[in-house]
Each structure stands twice: as C-alpha cells, then as structure tokens.
C-alpha cells in the first residue's frame, strides 16, 4: 500500500468535507451576528433581571449570562462575551466569575452539531440539540449553583 497516496486520497476527502461544511458555519455565523447586533440579547437579560428581582432573588448572577446565551453558539463569541463582562465588572467580580465557570461547563452545542452532522449528513438534529441543550443548561444552573457556593 502506498501510505503517500493513501495521506493524498484522505487529504482531499477532508477538503470536500470542509467544503461542505461552509454553508452550516455561514448559517450559524449570521445567526450569532443578528442575535447580538439586535439588541435581543439585551432585552432577554434586562428581562430575566426583571424576573429575577421581582422574585426577590438575587441577580448578581444575570450579568454573567450573555456567556451562558452566546456559549452554546460559538465558544469564541462566549470568550468574547466572558472578556466584556470582566472587562464592564472586573475579573474578580462576581459576574466575572459566573461567566468563567460557565465558559467551562457547557458546550458549543450548535456548532458541535453543525460541523459534526454536517460533515456526515445528518439533517434531522431535533433530539440532539434538546439533549445539547438540557445538557447545557444543566452546566449554567450548576456554574451559578458552584459560583454561589464557593464565592458567596
């Protein structure tokens, strides 16, 4: 067997694969585009505030959720979102803390289910995603959950 050609064969399988890969990334890209520049993201953590202080409990939480919201999109965009809330509270702050361990417990589960069924061909993603998502806010409710233990 010749390995070279062999490497050759399976290099250009993985090109076609991230070729047909393009469209799923584009789609997610633009959605993560028009979710932030939107202002929907605002709204959804002013109102969850709203909720949480009507409640009566406390909200030091909400300011680190835009991670929680942007994680299961896009890590980078997560990573972003964790940077401006250390940078709009500081890194010790209580937000600050909440969005780095949540940054740790949950997944980028769409762009998992993108480029992975993507690059097989698998279409139907309905009971992957609502595990994805169970399973990531799971990971949320237990990094504030951690947060509050730990840091009060």
């Known amino acids: 067997m ?9 290099a250009k399988q993985g090109f076609e694969t991230s070729i047909k ?13 028009v979710f932030r520049a939107s202002g929907t993201l605002d709204v ?9 202080l009507s409640l009566g409990i406390d909200a030091r939480f909400v300011d680190g959720l ?5 994680k299961p999109l896009s890590g980078s965009g997560a990573r972003a979102m964790m940077i401006e809330t250390m940078n709009t509270h500081g ?7 909440v969005a780095s361990i949540v940054q740790g417990s949950t997944e ?11 690059s097989v061909g698998i279409r139907h993603t309905r009971h992957a995603v609502t595990c994805g998502l169970i399973a990531d806010l ?7 959950g951690v947060c509050y233990w730990f840091f009060g």
């Open 138 to 144: 799971a990971g949320i409710c237990a990094a504030i």
């Open 66 to 70: 835009p991670t929680a919201f942007m």
């Open 44 to 52: 959804l953590i002013e109102g969850i505030r709203y909720i949480v």
């Open 91 to 97: 890194a010790d702050s209580f937000a600050g803390r």
């Open 21 to 33: 890969l393009i469209p799923y990334l584009l789609a997610m890209l633009c959605a993560i585009g």
């Open 108 to 118: 980028t589960t769409f762009y998992v289910l993108a480029v992975y069924f993507g």
């Open 2 to 10: 010749n390995v070279y050609d062999s490497f050759i064969e399976g």
